[in-house]
């Protein structure tokens, strides 16, 4: 089992930046492939950032390349959503999720694939 908890949310100016954490409850998360997710009012989950378990590997959906980044320091057994230039329709609750890969791997899989593990959210409002 893994436990995942997400913090780093609040309001924020739009242009602004925010900077999420996941952290894990095992010392061992780079045995994990780690993304982000994020539930918008009245829309469906969507993902948001993947990273392979190698950490050699990123994959951004097209609305946020260039503004967010996804990074991981296994020393902390954290996993980061580097937010810069926040736009108001970035507003939703953002999730960590992961799945145990073993050993070192640069697969990614599709946006609707199943992870097994969950935060519970951290809530990100951008004002206009």
């Known amino acids: 089992q893994l436990q995942l908890v997400e913090s780093g949310g609040r309001l924020v100016q739009a242009g602004g930046s925010l900077r999420l954490a996941c952290v894990a409850s095992?010392?061992?998360?780079?045995?994990?492939?780690v993304g982000w997710f994020r539930r918008a009012p009245g829309k469906e989950r969507e993902g948001v950032a993947l990273?392979?378990?190698?950490?050699?590997?990123?994959n951004y959906i097209d609305s946020v390349k260039g503004r967010f980044t996804i990074s991981r320091d296994n020393a902390k057994n954290t996993v980061y959503l580097q937010m810069d230039n926040l736009k108001p329709e970035d507003t939703a609750i953002y999730y960590c999720?992961?799945?145990?890969?073993?050993?070192?791997?640069?697969?990614?899989?599709?946006?609707?694939?199943?992870?097994?593990?969950w935060g519970q959210g951290t809530q990100v409002t951008v004002s206009s």
């Open positions: 095992r010392r061992t998360v780079d045995d994990f492939l």
């Open positions: 999720a992961a799945m145990y890969i073993g050993s070192p791997s640069n697969w990614l899989p599709p946006w609707n694939y199943g992870f097994p593990f």
């Open positions: 990273m392979s378990n190698s950490g050699n590997r990123t």
